[in-house]
């Protein structure tokens, strides 16, 4: 198995040599195989274990032997213990769940305090049936059935062109201890079960297993590698971007040969699941929308727009109150307040008052259905909702608009937008305010 390793590692690993480079090691025969073999390869290698104190003193066990296999390879180990159950509770996870979670948090935290290059796990080519298996008894479309990726960002895993028997026999060849974890004997895991009920079956049936799936794998990463050539064509055609939005044409998608297909290409990494809603959401009426832990997806008009969670709609009734001496202010946006002489030309980031005609305190606040004003440069009023639709601003824009407003809820200046008549200088006016919306420092 050595020098297929090595030769495994040059065909397709050669950028680990000279790196420095992290093995996620748990105690068990994979992790310390790989680690034995890097080790003996001469590559720049430490070791990172996690307890995760879900077997008591076997888990403590665990991080002794793994201490201690750093020692006598001469490598640096950093080890680190969980409380994995009070962290599942606290985070309502399952228990598998939560020690992933915690574990590769803080696989990411050692690379960037310590300047590694990449994270070596030691998934294999039964753990990638194992997957391929578990994804399709859930129910997954084809990248779910293209197994372990070898390499994802800095993540690399060169033992997945090897079986758990391969492993087992260089283990035993050379004399090599591992400690063994009890409970991957149990059948209570999902992954356990087909572990050991269904590949050891599947092998019977055809003891090249590894082989086939490997080509299987190997034909369905290509099937994928054409979609994602496709969706990357359809992307720069449907797709726009603005800031951190971004714009779905609703008309050019519903011209595609399977909307709701492209739609989950388009739209899988941002955490939606209920596609038939999504899908349905090109159909509904502005305004509608679907939200994940992270993004909103709105129907708005002609698009869908997809924004960031935390930078949608603040629905909130707050007000902001501004004293006559105030000069600038910089929350909820930067505004500056100065006495002039005279009138120029502005451009739609200041606007003249005539401050005799303001009633201090003045409100900064968000508009309503109810908000009416008298526009510069148009003759009556005109409610604020309308003036925004005749603006056509998408709805995330006009969740951004705010109002300064005088005594009695009058709109003073629609911010950025459009000045109500009112209170507009004369030419006899003496006390004249400018307001502008500045860039502070």
């Not at 769940?97 to 948090?105: I, M, P, S």
């Not at 449907?238 to 739209?267: C, G, M, R, V």
């Not at 924004?307 to 004293?323: A, E, G, M, V, Y």
């Not at 109002?403 to 937008?417: F, P, Q, R």
Request: with cysteine; net charge positive; aromatic share 10%.
């Amino acid at each position: 198995m050595e020098q297929k390793f090595l030769e495994h590692l040059i065909a397709s690993f050669q950028f680990l040599n000279g790196k420095n480079n992290l093995i996620a090691i748990s105690g068990g025969v994979d992790s310390v195989v790989i680690t034995h073999l890097l080790k003996k390869l001469n590559y720049s290698i430490s070791l990172a274990h996690c307890n995760f104190q879900l077997r008591g003193h076997e888990s403590d066990l665990d991080e002794t032997f793994v201490i201690e296999l750093g020692k006598s390879l001469h490598l640096k180990t950093f080890t680190t213990k969980f409380d994995t159950s009070e962290y599942a509770k606290k985070n309502k996870l399952s228990t598998q769940l939560a020690a992933r979670e915690l574990r590769y948090n803080w696989f990411d935290s050692l690379v960037n305090v310590h300047n590694f290059d990449y994270l070596i796990t030691a998934h294999h080519a039964d753990d990638n049936i194992e997957t391929f298996l578990i994804n399709l008894t859930r129910g997954t479309g084809l990248e779910g059935l293209t197994g372990i990726p070898p390499i994802n960002k800095n993540i690399v895993r060169p033992l997945l062109a090897f079986s758990r028997e391969e492993i087992l026999t260089y283990a035993s060849q050379n004399n090599i201890l591992w400690r063994e974890d009890a409970s991957n004997s149990e059948t209570k895991y999902l992954r356990n079960k087909i572990r050991h009920s269904v590949i050891p079956i599947l092998k019977e049936i055809n003891p090249g297993l590894i082989t086939s799936f490997n080509k299987t794998i190997h034909f369905l990463k290509e099937s994928q590698q054409i979609i994602d050539d496709k969706i990357q064509e359809t992307s720069l055609e449907i797709i726009t971007k603005e800031d951190d939005i971004l714009k779905f044409n609703i008309q050019k998608i519903k011209k595609l040969s399977n909307p709701k297909a492209y739609l989950y290409q388009f739209l899988k990494d941002y955490g939606f699941t209920e596609w038939n809603d999504v899908h349905n959401l090109i159909y509904t009426e502005t305004g509608k929308l679907i939200t994940t832990k992270s993004h909103t997806l709105l129907k708005d008009r002609d698009f869908l727009l997809l924004l960031p969670s935390c930078n949608f709609i603040n629905t909130d009734n707050q007000k902001f109150t501004i004293d006559e001496d105030t000069s600038t202010i910089n929350k909820p946006i930067s505004l500056s307040f100065k006495n002039v002489q005279k009138t120029t030309s502005l451009d739609k980031n200041s606007i003249y008052v005539n401050k005799n005609l303001l009633n201090y305190p003045l409100t900064l606040r968000r508009w309503n259905e109810a908000d009416i004003f008298f526009p510069k440069g148009m003759k009556g009023k005109k409610k604020v909702s309308k003036y925004l639709k005749d603006e056509k601003l998408s709805l995330i824009e006009k969740q951004n608009i705010w109002l300064l407003c005088s005594d009695k809820n009058e709109v003073v200046w629609i911010i950025g937008k459009r000045q109500d008549s009112r209170f507009l200088p004369s030419d006899e006016s003496t006390n004249i305010l400018q307001i502008s919306i500045y860039q502070p420092l």
